[in-house]
């Protein structure tokens, strides 16, 4: 990774780890009062892999997402304002406010969609791989997984098709050592999800995902190789979510655990590594950190003063699942 590139990638990481404080906060103030809407799934922790492989990609290259996807839109250049919007419910919601935290959406930037059911990222992601490599049109296709998605059965119909047909895609395991309460070690019976791979005649890597640098060493390879035609990578990122599965679930992991985790903070590794290696001073850092938060707050009081969506529309669009009468035009 260019020393020089670090700087910009903590800078995500920073508006990630904000965004999020910022909106379970939000959260825990309004859920009650219905001024927000639906789940809220973290990404704290795992920031250096959305960061690290976005990094890589072209403003056209898709992206797939899960129901914790909130790191997966910023790192691809989605914007704050519009996606704390959605997480209201307004009219102004990167998803018109139809989705809510797991559905953000944006075509601009090619982001496809979180999506609420664990695995089904994989099958859509393969498809605009396909697509990519009918039309000659050099993008690629990210999946973001979970290691619970990774024993979907979408997971291996994906995998075998991609590497059959060569497509550019990269699929991207974050480990984060469960699915909800349950371990990893309780769902796979295999030491690495990237071991997998091999069944499938593609590359695998496990990685360190707290570590920038080494998702990005591994993204890099698996990008080249997807962009030059030569098929599908997967690569797994272990980490861990440092809060509970989402914020309304409880937790049953150990205390002691979790904090050992926060020890290997992504945010706090990066800052180290860049100072140490002299890229960037203390002030610099903490100017980043400030923009960013500015940009929070700009992004709140914009959220809070959007409109909600017309609620006669709403109703319509409601009656009209599939859209036969026009009102989802
Ligand atoms: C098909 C399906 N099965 C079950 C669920 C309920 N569910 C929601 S999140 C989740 C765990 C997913 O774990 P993982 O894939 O590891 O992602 P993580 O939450 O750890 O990021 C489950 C079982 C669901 N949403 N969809
Ligand atoms: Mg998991």
Not at 143 to 169: I, R
């Amino acid at each position: 990774m260019k020393k020089e590139t670090m700087p910009e990638a903590l800078r995500i990481m920073y508006r990630i780890r904000l965004f999020e404080e910022h909106a379970k906060k939000m959260h825990k103030e309004n859920l009650l009062a219905g001024n927000f809407m639906g789940a809220l799934h973290t990404y704290i922790g795992e920031e250096a892999i959305a960061a690290g492989v976005s990094m890589l990609l072209n403003k056209d290259d898709y992206v797939f997402s899960t129901h914790r996807g909130h790191g997966h839109f910023i790192a691809k250049g989605g914007s704050i304002k519009k996606m704390l919007a959605e997480l209201m419910g307004k009219e102004a919601g990167c998803s018109s406010g139809r989705g809510g935290s797991m559905h953000l959406f944006d075509t601009e930037i090619n982001f496809m969609g979180g999506n609420g059911i664990v695995g089904a990222g994989l099958p859509l992601a393969t498809g605009a791989a396909y697509r990519a490599k009918y039309l000659k049109t050099k993008q690629v296709s990210v999946c973001y997984f979970g290691d619970g998605a990774a024993s979907q059965g979408t997971f291996h119909e994906s995998l075998n098709l991609a590497s059959l047909w060569k497509l550019p895609v990269i699929f991207v395991c974050e480990n984060n050592c469960y699915a909800v309460n349950t371990p990893v070690s309780e769902t796979i019976c295999i030491k690495d999800v990237a071991q997998r791979a091999s069944g499938y005649g593609m590359p695998g890597e496990a990685v360190d995902g707290n570590s920038l640098s080494d998702v990005y060493t591994a993204a890099e390879k698996a990008v080249a190789r997807a962009r030059d035609g030569a098929g599908p990578s997967l690569l797994e990122c272990k980490t861990y979510r440092i809060d509970p599965h989402c914020m309304v679930a409880g937790d049953m992991r150990k205390k002691e655990e979790i904090d050992k985790w926060k020890e290997r903070d992504p945010i706090k590794l990066s800052e180290k590594w860049i100072l140490n290696e002299g890229i960037a001073g203390p002030d610099d850092l903490r100017k980043i950190r400030e923009e960013v938060a500015e940009e929070i707050k700009e992004a709140e009081q914009f959220a809070l003063s959007a409109p909600l969506p017309d609620r006669k529309k709403f109703r319509e669009e409601a009656m009209d699942i599939d859209g036969s009468k026009g009102a989802l035009k």
